[in-house]
């Protein structure tokens, strides 16, 4: 898995290195190979555009993802047919969000973080929490069976 990271915000300090760490070992994970994406940082007032633009909703939050497949069929179909590396999206993160959330929930910022990156991975694989009980709960089990995986690997503490 390839792995761009973009940092637009200049509070928050992050190391690209292990974010694309990460990243690479959920596609592992996941099974993803041949695929790119992107990842990038964001501040409170960026991220309020980009929800405000693109769901309608007036306010900052956490994390979004801008799929290029609606499902994981349609992935893995594309990863069939197209030679070459296919791109699955992009996920945009609140770090200034990510570190309060961090704080109110008693997690480190890297454990935070990391459950905002397979969040919004999950979402790109065409997971939708939002989408009545059942898909949800499908979500939240996913979320944590890789973030357990995370930690018992030592990427997460």
């Known amino acids: 898995m390839k792995v761009l990271v973009r940092d637009l915000q200049r509070?928050?300090?992050v190391s690209h290195s292990r974010v694309s760490r990460l990243l690479r070992h959920l596609?592992?994970?996941?099974g993803l190979e041949g695929v790119e994406l992107s990842v990038v940082f964001v501040n409170d007032r960026r991220m309020r555009e980009?929800?405000?633009?693109?769901r309608s909703?007036?306010?900052?939050?956490?994390?979004l993802s801008f799929p290029l497949y609606g499902s994981m069929k349609e992935l893995r179909r594309a990863m069939r047919s197209l030679t070459g590396t296919v791109l699955l999206g992009d996920i945009v993160?609140?770090?200034h969000k990510t570190v309060e959330q961090a704080r109110e929930r008693g997690n480190t910022f890297h454990e935070e973080l990391a459950f905002l990156l397979i969040h919004g991975l999950?979402?790109?694989?065409?997971y939708d929490h939002e989408a009545g009980?059942?898909?949800a709960g499908k979500m939240r089990k996913k979320e944590s069976e890789l973030m357990n995986a995370l930690k018992e690997m030592g990427q997460i503490s």
């Open 57 to 63: 909703v007036d306010r900052t939050t956490d994390v």
């Open 133 to 135: 009980a059942y898909r």
């Open 27 to 30: 596609g592992e994970r996941l």
């Open 122 to 126: 999950l979402h790109l694989l065409g």
């Open 11 to 13: 509070k928050v300090k």
């Open 93 to 95: 993160i609140n770090l």
């Open 50 to 54: 980009l929800n405000r633009t693109y």
